[in-house]
């Protein structure tokens, strides 16, 4: 059975004073108004973790007594940060099944009162429990992930700087036109390397804000001005130091790839996107997963302003995570809403997309490992589905890297990527080097080391030793006297020979 939107609701963007089961009634009541419902079949919440964030647990149930709406069944879904789009996929499949006819997904968050440290640490919670030991947070791996695709396009510092500078200026300037984000403010390139460096090279206006907010979405089985055409998810290995790749996600692949086939479309029939950045480089990265663009070829479209407002495939005319803001458990709905709004022609002045009638949101949840693809169009296109269609969309699905090898408690390895993180969730010290390495027998291992300050002291690509303390990897730099005792005791290859 088909699936149309009949009503949206969306709250500003940022720090409230209201309650969270608040923010999210007011944004559903919205939704409902416009919808012209006030009861519905069901109820799919999407909140990441409010037990932590606001200490509140059986949260479908509060939602549904505040709300006014007793009795209509209620569920919460939580797939990390993409749990707005999870949300949204429980409500589309509950009305093409037939057994419902109009749900309300409803998706929210509340961040902003706790301390930042506090706020990090909790985010943390979504990381592999054995990387999260080494203090690595959400900024380190999407820092190392910015690092090595620098390396593989050959990317010099400075050119990474300067991409990721683009990204973050179209975004708030994007933003600056929304009248629900948090930061409505364009930015200049000074101010972007005035910003101070979380974790290196990203700077604060490379990272998402800890926001307050919420978003909600009628799903009805009424034809109505929007379908819901294409949806898919997929999810990736928990820990990032067992994937093939750290420049692309597979699991944006292939639910981009389920996606675009239910829908019957190919990237290039796609009017404009919400990807999901919440650091700057994973816009450049997701732009390319999705096929828009080559591997290596994004920041090129940045580059060429072919991703802004007025380019071919304009990309986060929201402003996206980065401006609108990132309360967790609604991004991936509010993706949703503006997609709405600029398949209405309700975007705005300045914002409002002259062509928009197909509409992508790609929504990530926990590092790259639990992402959606939804596809929406204009229901008044006229077009004709095809039985058996395949998209042109077949990207690239690298495999996992072997796990089941033993571990060695010490040895060489090549250091593949690194970060020096200076903003650590609760309990480590500042600043601390973050690394993955790579070892002969097709291994990758994280790896730490708090004496290392300056980036400029490390390199990827060049060897290093590892040994475990305390049952953690800490990595070093080669010294000329390791290589002499390597040569003496003739019981290691010399490093260069590796």
Known sequence: MDVYISGVGLTKFGKSKESLERIMAEAAGLALK?????????????????????GN????????????????????????????????????????SGHMKNVLVLAGEKMTHLPTSKTTRILSEVIDRTERRYGATMPAFAAMIAQRYAQEYKLSSSKLEEILAQVAMKNHYNGSLNPYAQFRKPITREDYLGSQIISYPLRLYDCAPITDGAAALLLTSEPTSIKVTGIGHATDTLAVSHRASLTSFNSTKEAAKKAYRMAQLNPSEIHFAEVHDA?????????????????????????????????????????GLKSRGHPVGASGLAQLVEIVFQLRGEAGEGRQLEKAEVGLAQSIGGLGNNNFVIILERSDRKRRYVEGWRPAYQPEIKTGLRTNLPQPSEGVGTLETFTI???????????????????????????????????????????????????????RKITLWDRLKFWIKGELKSPRQR
């Not at 993955?436 to 080391?449: D, S």
């Open 279 to 319: 650091f700057t480089p994973f816009e450049i990265i997701g732009t390319e997963d999705l096929g828009f663009f080559a591997p290596g070829e994004g920041w090129k479209a940045l580059e060429e302003k072919v991703t802004h407002l007025q380019g071919r495939l304009p990309i986060n005319p929201s402003g």
């Open 34 to 54: 416009e919808a012209q419902l006030e009861k519905v079949d069901a109820i799919f919440i999407g909140v990441m973790n409010v037990e932590e964030f606001v």
């Open 57 to 96: 647990s059986n949260f479908a149930t509060l939602l549904a007594d505040t709300m006014g709406l007793t009795g209509i069944p209620s569920t919460r879904v939580e797939t990390a940060s993409s749990t707005g789009a999870g949300a949204f996929e429980t409500g589309f499949y509950a009305v093409a």
């Open 421 to 475: 993180l200076h903003h650590p969730p609760e309990g480590f010290l500042s600043p601390i080097a973050l690394g993955f390495i790579t070892l002969q027998e097709g291994i990758r291992i994280m790896a730490c080391n708090p004496e290392y300050k300056n980036p400029k002291s490390l390199k990827i690509g060049k060897k290093v030793l590892f040994n475990t303390r305390e049952g953690l990897y800490v990595f």
